[in-house]
Every structure is written in structure tokens, then in C-alpha cells.
């Protein structure tokens, strides 16, 4: 067996490298969809679609855990996936035990210190002291507003405020010069600042493009901003669920096998420079 990881292209490989880091003998699948990214401008069924068809692929390929690397996915399919297709496409499959987790839960229990399960709590009276907290992500992620409402819901001293980044992840997958980069990542923390009317206390890179790009943010953020680490909060997560769920055989042959819809062959200079080494995809 092995776990499947998913994203919509490389960015997801920051929380592979986070989850290798964290089960170094496990075989991992890595898929990226690069014949169809990026997915933050689509459509939700598009995105809907998509993500089923992915999720297909790492099954066949013998994974029978998936993590959606992307928040996009997570944010816009997860959800619908699990209700409606997984447990028919699970049935037809058993005794395959089949799942697909995200990344979204984890990353918003990093940000509440609050487990998932927790509660929702009363509206609160008076609150002292508000945590401003910015979220870098793509639109469809901004326009789910998933972290609003699920932070909101736990946390009622913790303001939410999303910033749409809508060319940031093609031009990371496109391997863009930094100067360009960094531009646009200054250009989004200057009008999410804006917006909030000062800067964030803390901030989430709420799509797993942007972690491999993470410097500029922090170069671009007031000194010392705290980052929820996305890739870090998911890795403990997962590592955690396969302790609890001994059903599901991660393997023990460290496997690395990475895959894409698109051109297969080595990845752009901002992904080798993130990767310590050329990055190989075989054609999915
Ligand atoms: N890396 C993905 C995310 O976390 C998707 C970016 C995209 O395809 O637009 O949202």
C-alpha cells in the first residue's frame, strides 16, 4: 500500500515534504494535476470533477489513503467527495478500507489550539483583545470561506480575513522570476492590509503553492509575523490518524513515486530550488 497525495500541481509537494519528513518509511504517490491547473479560478463542479478523477487515480494506484495537498480541493470538493461518491466507490471496492482526508481541519486546529470535536462555542459578550488572522489562499478557497466560518465557529476572539491571490499559483507553477514574485506577494499583503485597516497578528499560506514561495511572505509581512505552518499541522495530523486507524498499511519500503497529467520531466527552478534536487514526474 501506499499514501496517495493530491494537488492540482506542486504545490503540494510542501506538505509531501512535510509528510515524509514525519513517516519516512511509508511509501508515498504523489499526483499533481498539472494537465489542469491551477483549479482556484474554476468552477466548484469543475473543481468537483477534477478532484474525483484524482482521487481514481490514486486508488488505482494502489493507495488507499489520500491526502487533497491543495486547499482548493479541500476546500471545494472534500466535502461532496466523501458524502456522495466515496462510499459507493468504497462499497464496490471492500474490504479496500479507501479514504481521502484534507488539510483544512488540521491547519484550522493549528490555528485555534482547539481539537475539531471541539464544541462550537456561545457567541461571546465582550472580547478584550481580537487575534487578527490573515489568510493568503486562492478564490475559490477565499469564496468557500471555509476558514471564516469553521474559526469563527470556535473561536470567537479570532477575526478571519481572507485575501484572493487569483494569479499567484499559475505563476508558481510557471516557475516565474522572484523579482515577479515578489511583487505580487507584496502587492496582496499591502491590500490585505489595507482591508483589516493594520497587519495581521499571524497569517496561514492557505494554498500550498505559496510554501514554497514562503520566504517572500515573510520577507513582505511585518518582521516576526507568525505562520501557521500548513504543511507541518497536516503531517502531525495524518501521522496521528494512521496510529488510530491501523486498517490502513502506509508501507515500509520509503517508495517515492510522483506523478503528473501533464508534460512529464523535471519541474521548474522554483520547485528544484524547494526540493534541494531536480524533481522527475512520470506521465500519469
Ligand atoms: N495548491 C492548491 C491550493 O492549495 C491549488 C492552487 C490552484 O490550483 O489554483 O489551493
Redesign the pocket.
Known sequence: MAIGVF??????LSVHHALVRRLPTADFVYLA?QA???????AGEDIVDLTRAGCERLFESGCDLIVL???????VALRRLQQTWLPGYRHARRPRPLNILG?IVPTIEAATGLPWTHEPQQPVDKVEHVDVLGIF?????AGSRVYEIEIDKRSGDVAVFSEPCAT???QI?AGVGADELRAVVEGHVVALTRRIGRSPDRAIL?????EIIADLFRAALPAGTPLIHQPDATADAIALYLQRHPEYDPGSGGGRRFLTTGTPGVQNGLVEQFWGEPLTFDAA
Request: proline share 6%; with cysteine.
Open positions: 494537488d492540482s500541481g506542486v504545490g503540494g494535476d489542469n491547473t491551477p483549479y482556484g479560478g474554476r495537498a491543495c486547499n482548493t480541493a479541500a476546500a488539510i489562499s486562492t478564490p475559490a478557497t499567484l499559483a499559475r507553477e492557505g494554498c500550498t503553492h505559496y
